[in-house]
């Protein structure tokens, strides 16, 4: 009977514990966090011929400065054995302590007479890094025309490095994730039910057994409702 009464108990003692374990296991994992104007760490590799270079480490002055739009002028390596007959790709790659990872660019000898412009698109939300994307458009006619000497430059086939115009765009996400709430609210709700309907079950089965044994001592009772002494 004892141990029966304990079993309650223990899991009302259990429930904060259990509580307090499972809102631990939904926050999310520390981040590197970024103060406005922090240097974003960068590598950088190309592809020529199907040979790919080693990784380097990008000038902080040509990385992103977190939270901060800015535009560098980044120097592109003539690569080993560059004839001009193909294209000739350029990777971003580990951006920030996240390493996030941008596919392939094509910067050089790309299917455009114009002068390419490499375009980063960063997200964040406090002092995070979110996500980075990036892609290769045109360089727009008034940076041409405000800087001629980079298009005189990128077309000269012995001039290098090529130097080409590098653009960053951030974008504030809000720290507040609707979506990502619901699933943590719902998953602890359903935790939580499930606790409490094995606190209630144990608690009903001891009532039961009560009741039971009630039901049964009242029955073995005579009509009078006092048992006959000898």
């Given at each position: 009977?004892?141990?029966?009464?304990s079993?309650p108990?223990a899991?009302?003692?259990?429930?904060?514990?259990?509580?307090l374990?499972?809102?631990?296991?939904?926050?999310p994992?520390?981040?590197?966090?970024?103060?406005?104007?922090?240097?974003?760490?960068m590598l950088?590799s190309?592809?020529?011929h199907?040979?790919?270079?080693?990784?380097?480490?990008v000038?902080?002055?040509?990385?992103?400065?977190?939270?901060v739009?800015?535009?560098?002028?980044?120097?592109?390596?003539?690569?080993t054995?560059?004839?001009?007959a193909?294209?000739?790709?350029?990777?971003?790659?580990q951006i920030?302590?996240?390493?996030?990872?941008?596919?392939w660019?094509?910067?050089?000898?790309?299917?455009?007479?114009e002068?390419?412009?490499?375009?980063?698109?960063l997200?964040?939300?406090?002092?995070d890094?979110?996500?980075?994307t990036?892609?290769?458009?045109?360089m727009?006619?008034?940076?041409?025309?405000?800087h001629?000497?980079?298009?005189?430059?990128?077309w000269?086939?012995?001039?290098?490095p090529?130097?080409?115009?590098?653009?960053?765009?951030?974008?504030?996400?809000?720290?507040?994730d609707?979506?990502?709430?619901f699933?943590?609210l719902?998953?602890?709700?359903?935790?939580l039910?499930?606790?409490?309907?094995?606190?209630?079950?144990?608690s009903?089965q001891?009532?039961?057994?009560?009741?039971?044994?009630?039901?049964v001592a009242d029955?073995?009772?005579?009509?009078?409702?006092v048992?006959?002494?000898?």
């Open positions: 009977m004892a141990a029966r009464r079993a108990a899991a009302r003692r259990l429930l904060p514990v259990l509580s374990l499972l809102l631990c296991s939904s926050l994992p520390p981040a590197a966090a970024y103060r406005p104007g922090d240097i974003v760490p950088r190309g592809q020529y199907g040979a790919r270079s080693v990784w380097f480490d000038v902080g002055r040509h990385c992103p400065a977190f939270a739009n800015r535009e560098v002028l980044m120097p592109i390596p003539k690569p054995g560059f004839t001009g193909d294209p000739y790709k350029i990777i971003t790659f920030g302590h996240e390493k996030f990872h941008v596919p660019l094509y910067v050089i000898n790309r299917k455009s007479s002068v390419p412009l490499i375009d980063f698109h997200k964040y939300s406090g002092n890094l979110l996500g980075v990036a892609k290769v458009v045109d727009p006619h008034h940076y041409v025309e405000v001629p000497d980079i298009k005189k430059n990128f000269d086939p012995q001039n290098w090529k130097y080409v115009l590098v653009r960053y765009t951030w974008e504030e996400q809000s720290e507040i609707v979506a990502g709430g699933y943590v719902f998953g602890s709700g359903l935790v039910s499930f606790i409490l309907a094995i606190y209630v079950l144990q009903s001891e009532k039961l057994t009560r009741f039971v044994r009630e039901a029955s073995s009772l005579p009509e009078g409702g048992a006959k002494v000898e």
